[in-house]
């Protein structure tokens, strides 16, 4: 398992500097710069020459790239042209309520996935089963974004049971602690749920699958000819074999502790990374969309790496394989 670590640990360093060059030569061939972007009609070309000088931006871009190179290596991640702040500063504002709102979406995907795949795979071909897999399916191919838009007309418009955006009230400052808890709480239902709802979806039918499948193999079969229960079989025989592929899942589902989900996210109005992230592209704030770039991939290797781990935790077949 070391040997495991230590390798792909080893590849992250060229792969980190592949996305990062890789970003910085697309976000830098898009015609005009961030001065051009500037709302500003009494912004004179002098004005406009200075930010360029300001940011560097009147350097040649393989210059700019190697200034910038430098820097990330001294762990800068320069200034927000934007928010004119440090985008060390904007990130470590974005990332909690990210982190928050994927890990609640991540809990709900894994509980409600599991129980529904439980539930159809204990009684298969029955009416719950054809009932849970219509709606996994049905809910599974749905937009984020549709989904989003119908639980705010539902839930918020309709019935006026849950705020639609963003993290707090109004005045949430001036809210107790447990009423701002509970305030907090009730913003973060909706889009919580709307992530939790679809990955949900797609876990239980992985799940069911692979149960049905387990379901099939010979010591199975025997210990239900002996008289074995079948909730006891799935559960201490079939559960953790079939665990195998949701480790996947989760793995490939941690990234959006980073990242986020940008569109539930800029619906929301939630004040994550997604949301930064959405916002730095259409500002053309470079150094912020290079950030989040590089946070975004080191989600997706810290995700694969430690679905790799539990999996051979589950399996220790793989172990002799690596």
């Known amino acids: 398992m070391l040997r495991v670590l230590g390798r792909r640990l080893a590849a ?9 060059t890789l970003t910085f030569v697309v976000v830098h061939a898009v015609p005009g710069s961030v001065a051009d972007l500037i709302d500003n009609p009494r912004l004179t070309p002098q004005a406009r020459q200075e930010i360029r000088e300001r940011y560097g931006l009147d350097l040649p871009p393989h210059l700019q790239y190697l200034r910038w190179l430098s820097s990330l290596a001294r762990g800068d991640l320069g200034v927000s042209f934007l928010y004119r702040q440090p985008v060390r500063t904007v990130v470590g504002r974005a990332l909690p309520p990210t982190v928050l709102l994927a890990g609640t979406a991540l809990l709900i995907d894994l509980l409600l996935g599991t129980a529904l795949a439980l539930l159809a795979a204990g009684r298969p071909h029955s009416w719950l089963d054809r009932l849970t897999t219509v709606a996994s399916v049905g809910l599974y191919g749905l937009p984020s974004f549709w989904l989003a838009g ?31 808890f509970v305030d907090l709480l009730r913003h973060l239902v909706l889009p919580a749920g709307t992530l939790g709802l679809i990955g949900a979806a797609g ?50 589902s941690l990234p959006f502790l980073v990242s986020g989900s940008l569109v539930v996210e800029v619906i929301f109005s939630w004040p994550g990374m997604g949301r930064v992230m959405w916002t730095a592209a259409w500002a053309r704030d470079v150094p912020v969309i290079l950030a989040t770039t590089l946070l975004a991939t080191l989600a997706v290797i ?6 790799d781990l539990l999996y051979m935790v589950a399996d220790p077949r793989s172990r002799r394989q690596e």
């Not at 992250?12 to 990062?20: D, E, G, K």
């Not at 000819?225 to 799935?234: E, N, P, Q, T």
């Open 302 to 307: 810290a995700g694969n790496l430690i679905a």
């Open 203 to 252: 876990t239980a039918r992985y799940l069911r699958s692979t149960l049905l499948d387990i379901r099939s193999a010979r010591y199975l079969l025997a210990a239900e000819a002996r008289g074995v229960s079948r909730r006891r079989i799935l559960w201490l025989h079939a559960m953790r074999p079939a665990l195998l592929p949701v480790i996947t899942v989760f793995g490939l």
């Open 150 to 180: 119908l639980v705010i007309l539902l839930f918020s418009v309709t019935l006026g049971w849950l705020p639609s955006s963003h993290m707090h009230s109004v005045d949430a400052a001036a809210l107790g602690a447990g009423a701002r």
């Open 12 to 20: 992250t360093i060229p792969l980190l500097w592949l996305v990062a």
